[in-house]
């Protein structure tokens, strides 16, 4: 390094001394630039880095006269709404009809439309009671003549073994078509025109019959074996 570019290196460094003035890194710049100048023979005093003033604290005051401002503070609101999910519903007693759905034992159709054939079912009849009658693929009620809703009557059998009219074991035979075919033969052999609570019924779906006519569905055959309640057999 000669003269000029460690006269150059030395003033570096005291302007680093000066841009940190009053810090320990301010000396540690001085005393590397009086090393290097020493060394150098830098014609370069060193000067203790000026301490700059103590920075004023800006006033918070109302400048001499000028006017105060007032500052008005407005009171937040709080909404007091209720949300629907916290909002209590009315309640009421319940209706006769309400009670006699949620009272009414649950039960299954005894055949489906996957059944498959030599599928039967055995059981006691339980209670034998009427629905409105409904097409098989739209569900749509059937209506009579007159504008009035066809009813169907609905077979309720027990299929536990026992002859209670609840529980998991209960199956609905609704008496149309190939079903009631089956009971109605069923019920002339066994010396009675009709089922009746207490009797033992047995019903299998055996398949499928021929079609009545081109593009028409293939009828559901079903066979069956009725015993009448022993005070009817009595008789």
Known sequence: MNPDQARAKVAKLRAHATSVAGTPEADLFNAKADELAKEHGVPHISEPA??????????????????????????????????????????????????RDAFTPRTRAAFGRNTAPGTAVAGYIVAIVEEPDLDFYSKAPKLNPDGTQQMVPV???????????????????????????????????AGTERTAVGGKLRICFEGLGEPPAPNFTAPKLYSATYEPPQQEAGR
């Open 50 to 99: 000026p301490v700059p003033p103590p920075k004023t604290p800006r006033s918070t005051g109302t400048p001499p006269g000028s006017t105060a401002r007032t500052r008005t503070t407005h009171a937040r609101r709080t909404s007091t709404m209720t949300g629907p999910s916290t909002t209590a519903k009315p309640s009421r007693p319940a209706s006769d009809g309400t009670l």
């Open 155 to 189: 077979l309720i059998i027990q299929t536990d073994g026992g002859t209670k009219p609840y529980g998991g074991g209960l199956r609905k035979l609704w008496m149309r078509t190939g079903i009631a075919d089956a009971i109605i033969g069923a019920c002339h052999d």
